[in-house]
């Protein structure tokens, strides 16, 4: 059992002293690149003489392509040279808008997934002892140029004994050894970090990272999450998602079906009439508002390259590897929250935002309501001139509370990156787009679907299990607060023969209203209506 345990950490010590090489190699770097841009009026100053001397010596210890680069170079750089690992890291750090610098974020952004594709001797190999059989058993014919090698895996185009189209995803020899090395190494310098730098919060960066990493190493989680979301919209026959051929896949091979059409910045796509770009724009809209704000799943690497236009037009989305899932605790202040966005609430808007997010200590949650309500005002006055924008602003939001100690997780920015796509590719389609607009179409659908008497009488059932609980419980409950409301509000007497009764139901309502509000799965209507009638009560008995 020890020998297993230390197993997993063989390749640790090997990518701890390239991470301490380049992680070095950064630091001196950042250090050069400070020393060489002050300001003319400091360089002579004896301090700044001496730091720019031995800044002279110390870049010839750097990489001859960084000597001159400024330090966000260089952070994108080191973080290609460690692997995609790191690749992946700062890929994740790119949309991390809310925490870290813009110009940080912006030269993250040029992480490419375009890398050097593995041989197809080697990815034959590799699909030959997953499915324990040779190539040929499998597939009548298999391209050997792969249409896209990205930092973990490669997909070739292929054709089923049944003659179907699919597309095969292979990940790469030796990815995951590599990876789940760094991933320990990565947690164990996140406890350094947080004590280092706790305003950037690295421990809850580096563990959502590592989490959302480990499952897209194992292609089993995109097989799943491509057949969830098809159920999610087996209603809606024009949003589609590839169907998975279990038999074909395991957790190295992901085999699934081959989704035939062209890109959203394809320039065929320009040429459609303007009642198909608007359909099209009107299903991705729809698609990503009930993805974020009805199911709560979304696909969190969503780009204009996962979008597929299909004919009809219908739209389809692709590499599922990495969706994101809102708790059941934000589900409701997300969709309360985006509803009183795109309709100009500006006080729910914020009040809905505090409620997602988490105040570290020191924290200032009014600050943060009052900071959150003035830049919506701003954007309001922006948006009469026609230059608004829903992502932009979300993002800008959550930024804010960097300032006053309050975080959100991972999933709220993942939720923007999906918002930039929907607005991106609208504006490309039709430049003219009022996204609040066409937003607020959908929510409302999705807001009024929530609350319809089918959803609130499920909504119940689900909660019904809570409300018998409460119900056996509720004569003591009601002896308590009746004997409380005795003992304080009557203790000198009343001339109103129904004071007592009147006190006594109306407190047992709110108790009970109490309870079942904190009672996860219960409808706030069923508790909200609970109160009102004690308050019909406490009125009557006047």
């Known amino acids: 059992m020890a020998k297993n345990t230390l197993a997993a950490y063989k390749g640790v010590p090997i990518r701890i002293f390239l991470l301490y090489r380049h992680a070095l190699g950064l630091w001196l770097g950042a250090w050069v690149s400070k020393v060489a841009n002050l300001p003319p009026y400091l360089r002579w100053k004896p301090r700044f003489v001496l730091a720019r001397l031995v800044a002279f010596f110390v870049r010839f210890f750097i990489r001859r392509e960084l000597r001159k680069q400024p330090f966000k170079v260089h952070l994108r750089r080191r973080l290609e040279l460690l692997g995609p690992t790191y690749v992946k890291f700062g890929q994740i750090m790119a949309i991390r808008e809310d925490v870290l610098p813009k110009e940080i974020t912006d030269e993250l952004k040029q992480l490419l997934d375009n890398l050097p594709e593995v041989p197809f001797e080697i990815i034959k190999e590799i699909i030959e002892k997953n499915l324990g059989a040779p190539l040929e058993t499998f597939f009548l014919d298999f391209e050997k140029k792969p249409i896209g090698s990205a930092s973990i895996g490669q997909a070739h185009i292929a054709v089923t004994q049944k003659g179907k189209p699919v597309v095969v995803k292979v990940i790469k020899p030796g990815i995951r050894e590599a990876i789940l090395s760094d991933l320990k190494l990565l947690r164990m310098l996140a406890v350094l970090l947080e004590w280092i730098i706790p305003n950037y919060h690295p421990k809850n960066l580096i563990n959502e990272f590592c989490r959302y990493t480990e499952r897209e190493i194992d292609l089993t989680y995109e097989a ?3 057949e969830l979301f098809a159920a999610n919209f087996a209603d ?22 081959y989704l035939k059409g062209i890109k959203p910045n394809d320039p065929r796509v320009l040429k459609m ?7 099209i724009i009107d299903l991705g809209t729809f698609a990503i508002i009930k993805m974020l704000y009805q199911d ?12 597929i236009i299909l004919p009809g037009p219908r739209v389809g989305f692709i590499d599922l590897g990495i969706a994101g899932r809102f708790e059941e605790r934000i589900k409701r202040p997300m969709l309360y929250y985006f509803y009183a966005l795109v309709n100009g609430d500006v006080e729910s808007t914020a009040r809905h935002l505090l409620s997602m997010a988490r105040v570290q200590p020191g924290g200032d949650p009014a600050g943060f309501k009052r900071a959150v309500a003035e830049l919506l005002r701003r954007y309001l006055l922006h948006a009469s001139f026609g230059n608004y924008s829903l992502a932009k602003l979300i993002m800008e939001s959550l930024a804010i509370g960097n300032q006053y100690r309050v975080s959100f997780p991972v999933e709220m920015t993942l939720m923007v990156k999906a918002l930039v796509t929907f607005e991106g590719v609208g504006k490309h389609l039709d430049p003219h787009m009022n996204v609040p607009e066409l937003s607020r179409k959908h929510i409302m659908k999705i807001f009024w679907k929530h609350y319809s008497p089918e959803s609130l009488w499920n909504e119940f059932m689900r909660g019904l299990p809570a409300l018998i609980d409460v119900a056996v419980q509720l004569p003591q409950l009601l002896s308590d607060s009746s004997r409380f409301v005795d003992q304080t509000v009557n203790e000198g007497g009343s001339s109103n023969p129904l004071a007592g009764l009147r006190s006594s139901l109306m407190a047992g309502a709110c108790v009970v209203g109490g309870v079942l509000a904190l009672v996860q799965q219960a409808n706030p209507f069923l508790w909200g209506g609970l109160f009102a009638a004690g308050a019909l009560f406490y009125w009557f008995g006047e």
């Open 296 to 307: 709560g799943f979304f696909h969190a690497d969503l780009h204009a390259g996962n979008l």
């Open 236 to 257: 809606e026959p024009d949003i589609v998602f590839p169907k998975i051929y279990r038999e074909l896949s395991t957790r190295d091979v992901l085999c699934m079906q």
């Open 273 to 279: 009439s303007k009642a198909q770009r608007n359909k």
């Open 224 to 226: 799943d999450n491509a």
